[in-house]
């Protein structure tokens, strides 16, 4: 039998999470490993040849590397991006600098506008025009344009970001502009519009296309140092990157249009927590997953993943389709302080790595969400990270200090603050996921992972009205197991704006184009016919409306059938969502969606079987609801799958701990998730 590994890297700026399948004998492994940001593709293969040595394979059985990065997060986030421009249809130069006037915070009395990507003296237009319809009513200045591409390089501009009005209706001018100035700059990365987001909304289409084309250089630089070491040191393996949508893509696509990398690490956890829901029988999950600095939280209702058309990275809209998640400032790494009003807060500041929580003993002073845990006896300071990085338990009190004094309590006062003031904010952003959908917690099960989030996730579970919480294997490299698991995607559009009852006939031609464009990209993957699969979407709205719903479909049928199948979907979607719908009032397509995917093998993991928990001889003093108390501390492995333990225990495992309060049990899934259940009385 020809040696089968497969490997999913999720690349974090601490750590490098890194999962191993062995598809024939079913085997799983993890290790983790110190990123290397400087060169990403360096602690990616350091920890392949570490786990190569570990785990008993050679690096030529490495058949698919599949690879989440933050590398295009980062430089967003951290505006390490080379001089961009954006050539637009004349008298639109002002479009990123207008933006949108909407308000995240309606009480804030000053609007804060993200910083715009691209400077006002680096937006050129060029004399064109094209209407909605996609007629040409003014002919392309090509003079024009060749004008604009002087003053292109005088600028010293590195990647160019071609905008015009309409070109989602016909590309042809886009096209045109595009060919020109790659002529004319061969060194200038360039990104269309088409190609990238064709659709309605020029400030979201504007903004995806510059990120897109600021993001082409670093992108195909770190893919290029990526594919040359590979080479050499996996010469089998075909490399994947994962993309926002959950699903991955080749090398080069990634390297075209890295915009579709902006979630790339997070989305391998929401695709875990689909996986996990098919295999626990649980249709309904929140998946939460608390790491350093942030609590990222995505939605499994009726098995499937909730998905959305736009996302932001930074205040800065991305029209691209993406895992539906929000983030907020809160992991093990968040800072405690005191405001000016005498309360307690926590985040959205983080210790970071380094110097980290005072418990690291790297030098840190500010007391952090870990260093109350640590007090508190949730975690063990001998025991974490597997023994390799001992906890200093004196250095996290001493940290606590200052706040004690300001407030008048001790510092077990003070750590049990913290804990019940973050457990308040992870409950509030996981209510808020669930609410704005028109979902109950009470109809969902909590699935628990990250390294932080095992000692919060029953305390939360309680405060949302959730009875079961569910703790998967590997649960500190969740993410990376989920991309595992993960299929070739590629997701295709077209604006289409009318009635949908007269619009039918016209999404049926375009529905035909896109499975043609669809298959010629998963042809280029190498992915054969019967693995393939289409997944199709329509953007509905109710006329007059200034907002629409993605609205799923079975398949591409735009009979009268289907239009009123998608009809009725769309006003029940529109009643979860928003409480009312309106069946008088005609509905109206926006745009016709398309996911093609590319299936990949998907071997059967092995499960180890579960051993039946004994007394546990250690214990330690764990403070719960009321203080203090002896608390039994478990190996993982302990933990039976008949057997109940009651709480309060402690289940420690590597990278992460497990608090179980009083009035919760724990038992083994066959999966090997550890699943948790509240008990009526409580």
Same mark, same amino acid.
């Given at each position: 039998?020809?040696?089968?590994?497969?490997?999913?890297?999720?690349?974090?700026?601490?750590?490098?999470?890194?999962?191993?399948?062995?598809?024939?004998?079913?085997?799983?492994?993890?290790?983790?490993?110190?990123?290397?940001?400087?060169?990403?593709?360096?602690?990616?293969?350091?920890?392949?040849?570490?786990?190569?040595?570990?785990?008993?394979?050679?690096?030529?059985?490495?058949? #698919?590397?599949?690879?989440?990065?933050?590398?295009?997060?980062?430089?967003?986030?951290?505006?390490?991006?080379?001089?961009?421009?954006?050539?637009?249809?004349?008298?639109?130069?002002?479009?990123?600098?207008?933006?949108?006037?909407?308000?995240?915070?309606?009480?804030?009395?000053?609007?804060?506008?993200?910083?715009?990507?691209?400077?006002?003296?680096?937006?050129?237009?060029?004399?064109?025009?094209?209407?909605?319809?996609?007629?040409?009513?003014?002919?392309?200045?090509?003079?024009?344009?060749?004008?604009?591409?002087?003053?292109?390089?005088?600028?010293?501009?590195?990647?160019?970001?071609?905008?015009?009005?309409?070109? #989602?209706?016909?590309?042809?001018?886009?096209?045109?502009?595009?060919?020109?100035?790659?002529?004319?700059?061969?060194?200038?990365?360039?990104?269309?519009?088409?190609?990238?987001?064709?659709?309605?909304?020029?400030?979201?289409?504007?903004?995806?296309?510059?990120?897109?084309?600021?993001?082409?250089?670093?992108?195909?630089?770190?893919?290029?140092?990526?594919?040359?070491?590979?080479?050499?040191?996996?010469? $089998?393996?075909?490399?994947?990157?994962?993309?926002?949508?959950?699903?991955?893509?080749?090398?080069?696509?990634?390297?075209?249009?890295? %915009?579709?990398?902006?979630?790339?690490?997070?989305?391998?956890?929401?695709?875990?927590?689909?996986?996990?829901?098919?295999?626990?029988?649980?249709?309904?999950?929140?998946?939460?997953?608390?790491?350093?600095?942030?609590?990222?939280?995505?939605?499994?209702?009726?098995?499937?993943?909730?998905?959305?058309?736009?996302?932001?990275?930074?205040?800065?809209?991305?029209?691209?389709?993406?895992?539906?998640?929000?983030?907020?400032?809160?992991?093990?790494?968040?800072?405690?302080?005191?405001?000016?009003?005498?309360?307690?807060?926590?985040?959205?500041?983080? %210790?970071?790595?380094?110097?980290?929580?005072?418990?690291?003993?790297?030098?840190?002073?500010?007391?952090?969400?870990?260093?109350?845990?640590?007090?508190?006896?949730?975690?063990?300071?001998?025991?974490?990270?597997?023994?390799?990085?001992?906890?200093?338990?004196?250095?996290?009190?001493?940290?606590?200090?200052?706040?004690?004094?300001?407030?008048?309590?001790?510092?077990?006062?003070?750590? @049990?603050?913290?804990?019940?003031?973050?457990?308040?904010?992870?409950?509030?952003?996981?209510?808020?996921?669930?609410?704005?959908?028109?979902?109950?917690?009470?109809?969902?099960?909590?699935?628990?992972?990250?390294?932080?989030?095992?000692?919060?996730?029953?305390?939360?579970?309680?405060?949302?009205?959730?009875?079961?919480?569910?703790?998967?294997?590997?649960?500190?490299?969740?993410? %990376?197991?989920?991309?595992?698991?993960?299929?070739?995607?590629?997701?295709?559009?077209?604006?289409?704006?009318?009635?949908?009852?007269?619009?039918?006939?016209?999404? %049926?031609?375009?529905?035909?184009?896109?499975?043609?464009?669809?298959?010629?990209?998963?042809?280029?993957?190498?992915?054969?016919?019967?693995?393939?699969?289409?997944?199709?979407?329509?953007?509905?709205? #109710?006329?007059?409306?200034?907002?629409?719903?993605?609205?799923?479909?079975?398949?591409?049928?735009?009979?009268?059938?289907?239009?009123?199948?998608?009809?009725?979907?769309?006003?029940?979607?529109?009643?979860?969502?928003?409480? #009312?719908?309106?069946?008088?009032?005609?509905?109206?397509?926006?745009?016709?969606?398309?996911?093609?995917?590319?299936?990949?093998?998907?071997?059967?993991?092995?499960?180890?079987?579960?051993?039946?928990?004994?007394?546990?001889?250690?214990?330690?003093?764990?403070?719960?609801?009321?203080?203090?108390?002896?608390?039994?501390?478990?190996?993982?492995?302990?933990?039976?799958?008949?057997?109940?333990?009651?709480?309060? @225990?402690?289940? $420690?495992?590597?990278?992460?701990?497990?608090?179980?309060?009083?009035?919760?049990?724990?038992?083994?899934?066959?999966?090997?998730?550890?699943?948790?259940?509240?008990?009526?009385?409580?």
């Amino acid at each position: 039998m020809e040696p089968d590994i497969r490997i999913a890297v999720d690349i974090g700026g601490t750590f490098t999470d890194i999962e191993i399948l062995d598809a024939n004998s079913g085997a799983i492994h993890q290790i983790k490993t110190p990123s290397t940001p400087a060169d990403p593709s360096i602690g990616l293969l350091t920890g392949i040849k570490q786990a190569s040595e570990r785990f008993g394979f050679p690096l030529e059985a490495v058949q #698919y590397l599949l690879h989440g990065t933050t590398i295009a997060t980062n430089a967003v986030l951290e505006r390490k991006l080379p001089l961009g421009a954006v050539v637009t249809t004349a008298g639109f130069e002002d479009v990123m600098q207008i933006g949108r006037h909407g308000r995240s915070d309606v009480y804030a009395i000053t609007l804060a506008q993200p910083q715009p990507l691209v400077a006002r003296r680096l937006c050129f237009g060029v004399t064109e025009r094209v209407n909605a319809a996609g007629e040409i009513a003014v002919p392309l200045d090509e003079e024009g344009v060749r004008r604009v591409a002087t003053e292109l390089a005088e600028a010293g501009v590195k990647s160019v970001a071609i905008c015009l009005l309409h070109a #989602y209706a016909n590309p042809a001018h886009e096209q045109r502009v595009g060919a020109i100035l790659a002529e004319l700059l061969p060194d200038a990365a360039i990104t269309l519009a088409s190609d990238i987001s064709p659709e309605i909304r020029e400030y979201e289409r504007m903004s995806t296309t510059a990120l897109n084309a600021m993001l082409v250089p670093i992108v195909q630089r770190y893919t290029d140092r990526l594919a040359g070491r590979l080479k050499d040191e996996l010469p $089998e393996a075909q490399v994947y990157l994962v993309q926002s949508n959950g699903g991955v893509s080749g090398l080069a696509k990634a390297g075209r249009e890295p %915009a579709r990398l902006l979630l790339s690490g997070p989305s391998g956890g929401a695709a875990a927590a689909k996986r996990l829901a098919a295999e626990l029988g649980e249709a309904n999950l929140v998946a939460v997953d608390m790491g350093g600095t942030s609590f990222d939280i995505s939605v499994v209702h009726e098995g499937e993943v909730a998905m959305v058309n736009e996302g932001e990275v930074d205040g800065l809209p991305v029209r691209l389709p993406m895992i539906e998640m929000r983030t907020i400032g809160a992991g093990g790494g968040s800072i405690a302080w005191v405001d000016e009003g005498g309360r307690l807060r926590i985040g959205p500041h983080s %210790a970071g790595a380094d110097p980290g929580p005072a418990c690291y003993g790297k030098g840190g002073t500010q007391f952090t969400v870990t260093d109350a845990n640590l007090v508190l006896g949730r975690l063990d300071g001998e025991s974490f990270m597997g023994g390799a990085m001992p906890l200093d338990r004196e250095a996290a009190r001493k940290a606590a200090e200052p706040i004690a004094a300001k407030l008048g309590l001790s510092v077990d006062q003070v750590a @049990a603050g913290v804990i019940d003031v973050a457990n308040s904010a992870l409950a509030t952003a996981t209510r808020l996921s669930l609410f704005e959908k028109g979902m109950d917690p009470e109809d969902f099960a909590l699935l628990s992972f990250g390294g932080a989030g095992g000692v919060h996730a029953c305390e939360v579970a309680d405060e949302l009205g959730i009875r079961r919480v569910v703790f998967p294997a590997h649960a500190s490299t969740l993410s %990376a197991w989920g991309i595992l698991w993960s299929d070739i995607a590629h997701d295709l559009s077209a604006t289409q704006i009318g009635l949908l009852d007269a619009m039918a006939p016209a999404l %049926a031609e375009t529905g035909k184009r896109l499975v043609a464009e669809a298959r010629t990209l998963l042809a280029e993957d190498g992915v054969p016919e019967a693995a393939q699969r289409f997944e199709w979407a329509l953007d509905l709205r #109710y006329a007059g409306q200034a907002f629409d719903l993605r609205v799923p479909l079975e398949g591409a049928d735009f009979s009268a059938s289907g239009v009123a199948k998608a009809t009725a979907a769309f006003h029940a979607l529109h009643r979860q969502r928003f409480s #009312y719908d309106e069946p008088s009032v005609p509905v109206e397509v926006v745009a016709l969606r398309l996911k093609a995917v590319g299936g990949l093998a998907k071997p059967v993991p092995a499960h180890s079987e579960a051993t039946e928990a004994g007394h546990s001889a250690q214990q330690r003093p764990v403070h719960g609801r009321s203080g203090f108390v002896p608390t039994p501390v478990l190996a993982r492995e302990a933990v039976s799958a008949s057997k109940p333990v009651a709480g309060p @225990a402690i289940v $420690e495992e590597a990278y992460t701990s497990i608090y179980l309060p009083a009035g919760w049990t724990i038992l083994t899934h066959a999966s090997g998730a550890l699943i948790a259940d509240r008990l009526a009385s409580h």
